[in-house]
Structure formats: structure tokens, C-alpha cells
């Protein structure tokens, strides 16, 4: 008998159907003697159609009443769940946050999760329940309903797993599982049985769009044995894991992540003394633009060009500051091109093998894909390039990695 | 400077327009000075969505699980009331029902409220707080959330009053008042400026329309002074009293009320024994029929013939019942008739006023109208007619007893 905590998103809550799609699948898993804890989104489109509300009424609602209204969203899926699963003769009971108690600090609409008491949970599963937890909210030490910020229902779900010691913690989506790449660019995509919490984070790219990222890192700080699967289809789906030895395949590469949400800037002729790098930076990290992949060319002449990347939405900001300092570094110009594209090889078993890094390289040239700049990690290495080469790019090294479904042999139909 | 409690119904907060209204009437009221509590029910439509929800997943939702759906209206219409009022500058603090705290017992979907604690209340009122309460909804001792049943929200507001000794608690609806009789059937009918709770109460038929009955009982049990008023509309209302002699008028009548929901059932030809009455009244009662007016004519040749009314929608069952057992009563024959109504004249003045009843069956004969059955309380007096007479019986007795707006002279418009 295994303790296992599911959680459904909004899509998969998304109307009535959907509901009682889940609720046989729930039927199913607690028809083999599972203990069960689900925790539900809102139904899609409800968040959205209350923070419209809002927004008809004020551009600057409380924290705390937006917090009150949104909350709302996760009871009324629990407590649809709930009725799905009694109508099927399943024992079920929903809580909400402040019910469980999920206790957060007081920082309403991005609240941190402090403390689970697993008492009520405990014995509601020993009275052989199944439990919905309304996902994305807590209640803090005054009483007062808080939210973890959108997307936050994931991060409940591993909480609740942290506490409670579960088996498993089971995120239902719209994918069945995370794949070597985006099968919409790579025909050839292929899921993953199991991967680890630091390649997942590394594809954050493909992972951002199947897990919250702070999800994951939660799971792998207390390590709560995550899987993906998807809600309208049956599957394996895939295992994030802890343990190293524990992903199935070992393969050195565990996919092809990319990303086109960045831009470049380049200050050309800079005088090339210590603490330009500083110079350059410093005003753009104090207006809270995120730096990605940074790059010195070697001096000539005493000058050097300098390059980094910045998210495109910030490309405008970033370009205003540099214009406004640019002259008293001395540089002879600055450039900017958002027509770029980071393609990164990720997989926790290039650490013990030499050479990804010359095979990645190869791959490109042979296609004739020019790389602009490079950026490693222990197991990551991208490079930027430019954008109409991504989806050649990303085909080439998915290939060249032994990443694609043929050369595996498995079925993933 | 007063304590009032406020009662914003569905229709007063049904969209983000109306609830900019209800903001603005508030922030007139709270420039004031007085200190106010405002209850609010769900947004016009949004109980019926929710329960339609829970309709399409099962016949029989479980009680608990409804009571966690439908109390998210009231949720969403406080938070958005008081986003409202901080947009006016109006510092406000939603609470749900557990917030207070509303105590109430375990009945599921018709819970009774048990104790309210004014503490939470009394602070944030002190600390200069519109209080924005969410009607309809409480908790029980173990935290679980309960709901007062379907237009709950006047007891909330009516039980807060009380808990809190607020000087008026005032209903906001769609109507300005409640009327000397209803205006779509005689155009004179006036707006009273107060009334008591007992006319209140027996002027049901139109009564209901504008205030849940339980919430009267409750205002009158507990001497809380209840003001009804339109939200849509300036106007000082109706005051329910306590005290007859604060009723600053004292008409001897207050008004006309009726309704066309009776039908009516004949025994005729029964033994004129004793203890006929509650053989045939036994089995319509056990069936959990109400019988309403009821009627034994004297008896000719040792027989009698035994009339009684019932709701209209009662009817069908209570004539399989009388079927049942006519024959075992030694009845010659039985008939039913729907097509009937009751009118009434109500008022405490006519506790001191001989004569009422003389009046009504004066003017009623007068223009030929027919009374089939009579039926007296100590304020009040009803009769059954033929349902064709109803709107002619209504204007008749409305002029003969001085009502019409143009004989008192006062300007309602």
C-alpha cells in the first residue's frame, strides 16, 4: 500500500467532464488500496475571470482581498471533486488550506509554505478516505487565507508530499510526461522514464512549461520522488528523481533544451583593464535585470569587446541604461540583437564523460550552425546562436546525442 | 455616531457596476461618522451556477461539500466590495464566516447560527474598519463551514445586529419598502414608513417577498430594529419595530395582504361526531401537510360538510390521502378546488378597533364578491374567494380601509 499525494491542474479540472475523468482515474488508483491525497487547481479560466473582477474595480486591489477572491477557485474544484468521487462510492473529504493547517508566512499573493500538520490528514486517510487539499493557498498564523502566487498549486502538492512522507508525488497535466526535447521542433522527441531534479531544473526551458521550476527545487531539497503524467491519457509518464542510480537510462545526455526569450548586447572597444566587467554590469543588475551568458573577448590593442545576454523583455530597459553610461567606459560603440536563440545540451552524465562538449561543436559546424557564444555548467553546455538556425540546431544535436526515438528502439506510441 | 449593519442582497451586488454602487452608497454613510458592518450574499446568479455545477456531477451532492462550494459566492462578492472601498479610500476588511467567528450547529445547508463573537468585530470597527461580512455562511465547532440555507443572509445580518447591538440593521433590496398592499395590483398602494413585526409577519404573502421570514422572528426576538430600503434607490424605507407605539403611524390597519397559493378541499356529508375533525385531519397532518384555514358547517340532519385549505402544490397529494380513507368516514363525497385565493387585512391597530371584520365583509359584499371561508388572528383577518376576485377584493378592501396613497395625502413619489 502505497501513500501517494496526485495533483491536477486547471486544464484537467477544467469543466465537468473533466472532473469526473479524474475521478474515475482516482476510482482506479484507490481501487488497488493506495492512500490517496489530491490536490486541485482552480478550473481553468476561473483565476483569470476573478482577477477580472478585480481589476473591472480597482488597479490596485488588496493583496489580502485578492487572496480572499482567489482562493475561492481551489474550494469550489475540491468540493466538485469530492461530490465526483462520492457518486462513484468513493469516502471523500475536502480541506482547505487553513484546514489542513498548510501554514505560510504573511506575505499574501506569493506566500512561502512554513509548516504542514499531517494530523488531519493522517487520520482522515485512516479512516480510509481520500483527501482534497485545495492546492495554491495557506492560512497564516492570524487566521488569514494567503496564496503561494500562480502556478503555486505544484508547490502544494510536494509540500504536502514533504510532510506526509509520500511514496510519491504524482503532477497530472496536459503532457504525458517531460521529453529529450520539444517534440513540436524534434519529430523524433522522445519521454523520459526517469530524470534527475538537476536536469530537470537545467531544461527549464521544456520544464518550465510541465512543472514550476520552484516546484521541483522543493522536491529535490526534501526529496520528494516526483513524477509527470497526463490526465487524459494512461502512461508511465516520467520520474523525477532523487537518486542518481536510480534513472533507469544513463544515458550522457538527458535532452536538448532551448530558448528564444533572450537577446545579446555587445560594448565594442572597451578599454581592457580590471573591472570593466564590473563597470559594464553593475548598473544593469541594480535595475533587476537578470544577466544570462556573459562573454570578454580577448584584448587586442588593449581594448576588448564585450558581450551578454539579458531576457528580451528586458532588452529596451537594459539598452537605456547602457546608453546612458557607455561614453564613460571609454567604448567605442555598443549593439544589440535579439534575433538570437540558446541551445543548451543537458545531462548529469556528462560529468564523467569527456567530450560533449567537442561532439556538441562538431555537430553544429558540420551543419553549418556558427556559434556565438558558449556558456557551461557541471551539467549543462549552451550556446547562443542565431535564431533561424534553432530549430536546425536543436534537430542536429537531438540526433547526434542518440536522443531520437529510432536509434532508442522504444515505443512511445 | 451610530453602529448600523448593512445587508446587500444577490441583484444589489450582481455585477462590478453595482458593486461600484453599493461602494459609493457606503462611502456616503461612512463619511458620516457612523461605524458600519456590511453583509453581502453571493453575486446575482453565481449560487444557481455553483449548484447547477454540483448538479451535473451527481443527484445527491453531499451536504458538507455543498456547504464548501455555494459559501465561495459570498466570498468572492466581500472581496470585491472591499476592493471597492479601498479604491474610495474607505479603509475595509472582508471576514468570512469563520473569520468572525458565526458559530453555528452541524446541519449542513440549514445550519442555525449558535454565538457570534464580537470581538474580531468590535476591533476593526474601532480601528476605524468598514467590516465586510459574508452572509449566509458560518462554522461549526470543529471548523468545518455551514450554510444558513437559501437567503440566509438577512439572518446573518439580523444575527450580527444583535450580537453586536447595532442600533439598525437595514435590508437593502430591490424594493423601497414594504407596501400598504403589492403596487402591481392597486396603483395607490404606499410605502409605510414603519411597521411592526407582527403585521410584518402576517403580511407574509408580500412580507416574503421582501425579507426572509426567519429573519423577521429573529429581529423581533431579539428587539433589532430592521430597516428595509431599495439599494438602487434614495429613500428612508420601512421600519420594522419592535415597539407598536414608535410606529408613528398607527392606522388601524396596516395593509392588504394575499396570495393565490391555497387550493381547497370539501368533505361533505360527514357523521357529525365528535372527533370528525381529527379523523380527517389526522392523515393529511401525518403526511406533513400544513392546513391552513379550515372551516366546519353546521351540522343539518346529524350530518356536516368539513372544509380545509392547503398549499397548492399540496393538493394533488392531499386528495390521493383524503381518497384513501373517504369511505371509512361514512362521507358522502369529497371535491377539491385550486381556484381560490385568500385576502387579509392586517394590523395591530385592530386589536383596539371593533368593528374590522364588519367593514371587510361590507365592502366586499358591496361589489359582489363572494367570501367562501373566513379566518381570524388578533391582527388579522382572512377570508377565501374566488381566485377570478382576487385583484378586485385586493383594491376594494385597500380604499375602504384608507390606504390609498391619495387619501393620506402623502407624496411617495
Known amino acids: 500500500m502505497a501513500l501517494i499525494v496526485q495533483k491536477y491542474g486547471g486544464t484537467s479540472v477544467g469543466s465537468v ?10 476510482a482506479k488508483n484507490h481501487a488497488t488500496g493506495d492512500q490517496l491525497i489530491v490536490v486541485v487547481s482552480a ?31 481551489e474550494q469550489v474544484s475540491m468540493a466538485l471533486l ?45 479512516a480510509g478516505k481520500v483527501v482534497v487539499v485545495a492546492g495554491f493557498q495557506g492560512v497564516d498564523e492570524n487566521g488569514e487565507t494567503t496564496t503561494l502566487g500562480r502556478g503555486g498549486s505544484d508547490t502544494s502538492a510536494v509540500a504536502l508530499a514533504a510532510a506526509i512522507k509520500a511514496d510519491e ?3 497530472y497535466t496536459d503532457v504525458d510526461g517531460v521529453y529529450t526535447t520539444d517534440p513540436r521542433v524534434v519529430d523524433g522527441a522522445r519521454r523520459l522514464e526517469s530524470i534527475t531534479f538537476e536536469e530537470m531544473l537545467e531544461m527549464a526551458s521544456m520544464g518550465s512549461k510541465v512543472l514550476q521550476l520552484r516546484s521541483v527545487e522543493f522536491a529535490g531539497k526534501y526529496s520528494v520522488p ?35 526569450d533572450e537577446a545579446k548586447l555587445t560594448v565594442i572597444g572597451v578599454p581592457d ?14 535595475a533587476n535585470i537578470e544577466v544570462d551568458v556573459i562573454l570578454q573577448n580577448v584584448g587586442d590593442e588593449g581594448k576588448t569587446d564585450f558581450t551578454f545576454t539579458v531576457a528580451r523583455n528586458d532588452l529596451e530597459k537594459a539598452e537605456r541604461i547602457l546608453d546612458s553610461y557607455v561614453d564613460d567606459l571609454g567604448a567605442m560603440e555598443w549593439r544589440s540583437d535579439s534575433k538570437i536563440a540558446k541551445v543548451s545540451v543537458v545531462g548529469v552524465g556528462m560529468r564523467s564523460h569527456a567530450g560533449v562538449a567537442a561532439n556538441m561543436f562538431k555537430a553544429l559546424a558540420e551543419v553549418g550552425v556558427n556559434i556565438q557564444m558558449i556558456s557551461t555548467s557541471e551539467i549543462k553546455i549552451s550556446v547562443i546562436i542565431e535564431e533561424k538556425f534553432l530549430e536546425l540546431a536543436v534537430r542536429t544535436l537531438h540526433s547526434a546525442f542518440g536522443l531520437d526515438q529510432e536509434e532508442t528502439g522504444e515505443d512511445n506510441s
Do not use: W
Open 43 to 73: 478550473m481553468s479560466g476561473e483565476t483569470n475571470r476573478l482577477l477580472g473582477l478585480a481589476s473591472d474595480l480597482t488597479p490596485d486591489p488588496s493583496p489580502r482581498e485578492l487572496d480572499v477572491l482567489v482562493s475561492t477557485g
Open 273 to 286: 583593464t580590471p573591472g570593466v566587467a564590473y563597470q559594464i554590469l553593475g548598473p544593469i543588475g541594480e
Open 169 to 171: 508525488c504524482q503532477i
Open 226 to 260: 516526483l513524477r509527470v503524467l497526463s490526465s487524459f491519457k494512461e502512461g508511465p509518464g516520467t520520474l523525477i528523481s532523487m537518486d542518481e542510480d536510480n534513472v533507469m537510462e544513463a544515458p550522457t545526455i538527458a535532452g536538448i533544451a532551448f530558448n528564444r
Open 17 to 26: 467532464e473533466r472532473i469526473e475523468a479524474v475521478a474515475d482515474r482516482i
Open 82 to 126: 469530492s461530490m465526483a468521487l462520492h457518486e462513484r462510492g468513493i469516502p471523500a473529504l475536502s480541506l482547505k488550506g487553513s484546514q489542513v493547517a498548510i501554514r505560510t508566512d504573511s506575505f499574501h499573493n506569493k506566500a512561502r509554505i512554513q509548516s504542514i500538520d499531517d494530523r488531519r490528514l493522517r487520520s482522515e486517510l485512516a
